[in-house]
């Protein structure tokens, strides 16, 4: 076994640390020919092609600005490009426009559908999203259409902070209504008797930018605060005060709650009517973060059953909200309209980063904050493409399988492979790797760009270790595996003998399996979702387990058992195409001979 390091870039300009640049003016892109010639049987090579449009030689780039834009941000873009400041564009208007612009900037308002990349005929070079979230940004089709997206992560943190402590204190004391109260010409001092904040305990869910803000502040405040987040550093939260603890504590413990985390499949509706049974009778929540967070519907029974009792939103499912929401117009809950960005400061400051960075991505720089990936050679990607979901998905089977309140800090990466280190260049999987750690439980999108980046970011540090194996040199690799150090696991099994849990996976016809699981091994194919069972080994045992499943009506795709010997120790791997209910699942673990299981989603 070798250790090594990631391979020398033959062309340097390509590290992930330089910055690439072409004149704004040209583009680049990769056109396949595959056509046979009249007179040749043999497929004419792929090639490069550098255009430049004559309009844009002798002219500044055009930025189309379609949402309100601070005027620091605003002269920033002047010096470099001509502004076209064009507000309430229908979709129909903005389609029309855009193949005339180099650039498209936007806030939450304006959807930039593929339609709208369709029409830019290839000219549109970056769209820039002025605030975090990209919901309102079709993705997909800015990679198809080879444009850089970019957003403003960082701008606004302070005014979200400041926002939610404001609305904690407007809580507590019923500013609101009481405010409302009295201008509908009442006195009523005893009704809006409120509670002290002083030594009550706060739970701050998310210890990103943002929580850990509203952390120091409610200190000030004489609060105690814990926190929840699986990537938060003990260091960092020691350093400010705040103790680190898993969900079910910071849930059931807390007087009040500051809601701080991104949307994601993990955490969609993560308070719903379960978890709202969990926490103490009289709670109080503050969401200054995404609105499917919570459930609505299960929040309104909560407040009317008196388990939590006041509320503070700033966000919602659905912007605007109904005007008859049963929610919105609850006594016991204080409402803004979405302000948690709207300081005069944060405006400009937003302003400004989504200035710089359209300006850098139209000079050819590679921005950290760009939220999709770059264009790969077709060849490299083709090769890889297999391997690369492989990478992915380990990631992700890896932290579903962490516990505990200590977060994943060191992550090594192993790849087993007869090639040269100068064959395989491994940036692309480690990427993929760090967007499958990261991004189930992050609002951050992590690409080729960026991953490096977001993981020192988060002081995730992964090392990569390189197997060298006899064998054929046309396959990339034999196999990955992702180890976890210094970590809990919700499934004890994938704990190797080393203490780390540790997963591997191979390519297998194309598709990525899992081969192996702690120090057992498995061979399921990695397509829908899994569920890990540890077990004694004995006869009828998938059969319970696949009748469970049937009955349900959820496909079992592949199942595999690895054992230690017959009738010992043995971990069944099972692959689905749905997500089984909580019913079934609660089914299996009940089976006597099953001693713990897991279901992981891919």
């Not at 720089?365 to 990478?391: D, F, I, S």
Request: net charge neutral.
């Amino acid at each position: 076994m070798a250790s090594f390091k990631t391979p020398a870039l033959k062309n340097p300009s390509l590290s992930l640390s330089s910055k690439p640049r072409l004149p704004s003016a040209f583009s680049v892109s990769f056109r396949d020919n595959l056509r046979f010639s009249r007179s040749s049987s043999r497929p004419q090579r792929r090639f490069l092609i550098i255009t430049a449009s004559a309009a844009s030689i002798s002219s500044k780039p055009t930025v189309l600005v379609a949402e309100k834009l601070g005027e620091a941000g605003l002269t920033l873009l002047k010096e470099f490009a001509n502004v076209d400041c064009s507000y309430s564009l229908s979709p129909e208007e903005l389609c029309t426009k855009i193949s005339l612009c180099d650039a498209l900037i936007v806030r939450s308002g304006t959807k930039v559908s593929r339609e709208v990349f369709e029409s830019a005929g290839g000219r549109l070079k970056v769209v820039g999203r002025a605030g975090v979230g990209i919901d309102n940004v079709d993705l997909a089709a800015a990679t198809e259409h080879g444009c850089l997206v970019v957003n403003a992560p960082t701008a606004n943190t302070v005014a979200a902070a400041e926002h939610g402590i404001a609305l904690l204190a407007a809580m507590a004391r019923n500013v609101a209504q009481a405010d409302a109260s009295m201008k509908a010409g009442k006195w009523q001092r005893n009704k809006y008797v409120g509670v002290s904040l002083v030594g009550k305990t706060l739970a701050v869910l998310g210890f990103g930018k943002v929580g850990s803000e509203v952390a120091r502040r409610a200190k000030g405040l004489g609060m105690h605060v814990i926190a929840h987040d699986p990537y938060a550093s003990a260091d960092r939260a020691r350093a400010i005060g705040v103790e680190l603890v898993s969900f079910e504590e910071a849930i059931s413990t807390a007087d009040f709650i500051s809601l701080h985390m991104p949307l994601t499949a993990a955490t969609n509706k993560m308070l719903n009517d379960e978890t709202f049974a969990k926490m103490k009778k009289g709670v109080r929540i503050v969401n200054v973060a995404r609105g499917g967070v919570i459930d609505e519907e299960a929040l309104v029974r909560a407040l009317d059953a008196g388990i939590v009792a006041q509320a503070a939103l700033d966000v919602f499912t659905e912007e605007p909200p109904k005007q008859d929401s049963k929610l919105v117009q609850h006594e016991r809950v204080t409402v803004t309209p979405h302000l948690g960005a709207s300081t005069i400061e944060a405006q400009e400051g937003v302003a400004i980063e989504i200035a710089e960075a359209v300006v850098g991505a139209l000079k050819g720089e590679l921005a950290a904050t760009a939220v999709n990936a770059p264009m790969v050679p077709a060849e490299v990607l083709t090769e890889l493409k297999p391997y690369v979901e492989l990478a992915e998905k380990l990631g992700r089977l890896a932290v579903q399988l962490v516990a505990g309140v200590t977060g994943v800090k060191n992550v090594k990466v192993s790849y087993a492979s007869c090639r040269a280190p100068d064959d395989l260049d491994t940036r692309l999987l480690r990427a993929m790797i760090t967007k499958g750690l990261i991004e189930p439980i992050s609002s951050v999108y992590v690409n080729l760009v960026n991953a490096d980046y977001t993981a020192k970011q988060r002081g995730l540090r992964i090392t990569e270790e390189r197997i060298v194996i006899d064998g054929s040199s046309e396959c990339p690799l034999e196999s990955i595996q992702v180890q976890i150090a210094n970590v809990e696991s919700k499934f004890a099994s994938a704990i190797s003998e080393s203490g780390e849990i540790k997963v591997e996976g191979q390519v297998k016809d194309g598709i990525p399996h899992l081969t192996k699981v702690g120090s057992f091994e498995v061979d399921v194919s990695l397509e829908g979702s899994i569920i890990l069972c540890r077990q004694v080994d004995q006869p009828g045992l998938i059969g319970k387990v696949g009748s469970i499943l049937g009955q349900e009506n959820v496909n079992v795709s592949f199942m595999s058992v690895g054992r230690i010997a017959p009738r010992k120790q043995a971990v069944m791997a099972i692959g689905v195409d749905d997500q089984p209910s909580k019913g079934s699942l609660q089914r299996i673990g009940e089976v006597p001979a099953i001693e713990e299981f897991v279901f992981l989603k891919l």
